[in-house]
């Protein structure tokens, strides 16, 4: 493979086309790249790109997501744990066994699924802005807590602005150090992802299944507790979904884990891909 060029794949898993990128050589480490809300694998682009001359990249759609297939919630059961399952699948097809996992936002309850599942395929965890904690759980969390509690048209309300532009605006400007270092594109982008048809029930699904996550973060902490696992954690300090303190709460559990924080958003990656990169790369050859 030319490590300068990226490579856009699809394969069949479980019945379903997924879509990934791919970058760098094979022979070299691998980063497996997860992540769903709002911007899929495009939430990557610019890191893999940063990356792609030492690692080796794969950043795959979830399904329902991105350029991946989206089958009516009839066919295909919008969970986290099906989603684990699916990408659990996707990774024994690629014949990816102890790759390195970055996680971001939903990506995170996934990583975690699949590690308990089988403590070995992960050689390290980098986690941003992703949550095992109630005391991590931002502002955003808390406004859809109803809807997380009591599914129903009056507290979907509280939940369906988060698919319109100016809740996806969420994800990529509040809290950024500079909104002008933001491409407007990369939200524009996600938004026509996520106003396809059906987008908005798939979302709703998955969005209230977040309840099951909060129920699994006991069985979380604990792994990290036990296990330890090597880690690094890049954090966004202002998002609204997931702050700093997720973040802190995972290295209380986890004393080794180096933590590198930037003054941004939950998309950290739009202002920082760079000094990430940097992060990355000392983290993994040290």
Not at 6 to 20: A, E, T
Not at 213 to 221: D, F, R
Not at 248 to 272: C, M, N, Q, W
Request: proline residues 6%; hydrophobic residues 40%.
């Amino acid at each position: 493979m030319n490590t300068q060029t990226f490579r856009y794949k699809y394969i069949p898993v479980d019945g379903l086309s997924i879509f990934y990128r791919e970058a760098g050589e094979p022979g070299r480490q691998t980063i497996l790249l997860l992540n769903g809300v709002p911007n899929a694998s495009g939430a990557f682009q610019e890191l893999m790109n940063d990356l792609k001359e030492e690692f080796h990249l794969i950043a795959p759609d979830f399904p329902g997501f991105g350029n991946s297939e989206a089958p009516d919630k009839t066919r295909y059961d919008y969970s986290f744990h099906n989603l684990s399952v699916t990408i659990e699948h996707f990774m024994d097809q690629l014949g990816l066994q102890h790759s390195h996992v970055y996680a971001l936002g939903y990506g995170g309850p996934i990583a975690f699924r699949i590690a308990l599942r089988r403590p070995k395929l992960f050689a390290s965890f980098i986690l941003q802005n992703s949550n095992a904690y109630e005391e991590g759980l931002g502002p955003a969390m808390h406004d859809a807590a109803p809807y997380l509690s009591n599914r129903n048209s009056e507290t979907e309300k509280l939940v369906k602005p988060l698919l319109t532009l100016d809740g996806i605006k969420l994800f990529f400007l509040n809290g950024a150090k500079d909104q002008q270092a933001v491409n407007p594109d990369h939200y524009h982008d996600a938004l026509y992802y996520l106003s396809r048809p059906g987008q908005q029930d798939i979302q709703l699904d998955l969005l209230y299944d977040y309840r099951n996550n909060l129920a699994e973060y006991p069985k979380w902490q604990q792994w990290l507790k036990t296990t330890q696992p090597r880690m690094l954690l890049v954090w966004g300090r202002n998002d609204v979904f997931f702050p700093v303190s997720a973040a802190e709460a995972i290295k209380r559990d986890v004393p080794g884990a180096e933590l590198h924080v930037y003054d941004t958003s939950h998309l950290a990656l739009e202002e920082f891909h760079l000094e990430i990169a940097k992060n990355i790369h000392a983290f993994l050859n040290n």
